[in-house]
């Protein structure tokens, strides 16, 4: 085997020291993440610039690349809370979140990668115990979900927005009462309906029978104004009207003979 050149050999040791050095210095970011850069003779981390974004990059070989997912993220929480009235409650609750982009630095210079657990956790279990211990438990089991929904996540985000995390969302997907209390809130609230139907059909027969009333009254009235019009003149002359209509019809044969009461004609037909 023939010996290599004298230049040959340095030229490949420095080859294979470029390559390590490279492959020390490339970092590839990933789809929904970014990059905080730390330098190791330079102030550390690098918070006035920037995060390193998507694809490939080339850092010095002696710094860092923390990576973090900046994509919207999901925390599940079931937390057991205390109501006005001092019962246990245990909410499920969802919260979606994700680093502030811009402030990715300074989120790892202060919280680090683990910022999941020294902020949000403690931020959504602080919010939903203050929020929770406003209301009976009637009230979380009945109308005031989306109450404190709404309410969890103003208190939550109060918290975050001063530690470099936005948080998007909160939803409250379950509320579970101790099983006497909710069974006493399901009776109440089935006594309440009973009631509710009970008092709305005594208001329609009560209308009912004002109606029939009304009718009633208003029979009699115009039977009573319509008798004090009627006089025996009156009468008298509404006869003989009647009487030549009929005498005038061609299926009539009539017949005059005598005079009825109060000197009307009696008619007889051939019928």
Known sequence: ??????????TIIIAIILIIVLAKSAVTIGSGEAGVLYKTFDNGVVTDEPPLGEGFHIVAPWNKVIVYEVRQQELFEKMKVLSSNGLEI????????????????????????NYLERVIQPAIRS????????????????SKRDAIQDEIFEETKKILDKQFVQLNEVLVRDVTL??????????????????LEYEFRLVTAAKEAEKVIIEAQ????????????????????????????????????????GSGDSGMPIILGNQ
């Open 127 to 142: 919010a939903a115990r203050s929020v929770v211990g406003r209301y009976t438990p009637e009230q979380l089991y009945s």
């Open 178 to 195: 101790p099983n006497t209390i909710k069974d006493a809130i399901e009776r109440k609230l089935k006594q309440e309906q009973e009631s």
């Open 90 to 113: 245990q909410i499920d609750a969802s919260a979606w979140y994700q680093p502030v982009y811009p402030d990715l630095g300074k989120l790892h210079q202060n919280l680090g990668e």
């Open 1 to 10: 085997m023939e010996k290599l050149p004298k230049v040959a050999l340095p």
């Open 218 to 257: 208003g029979k009699a009235d115009a039977n009573r104004i319509l008798s004090a019009s009627l006089t025996d003149k009156i009468l008298q002359d509404k006869g003989i009207e009647a009487t030549i209509k009929l005498s005038e019809s061609p299926n009539s044969k009539v017949i005059v003979i």
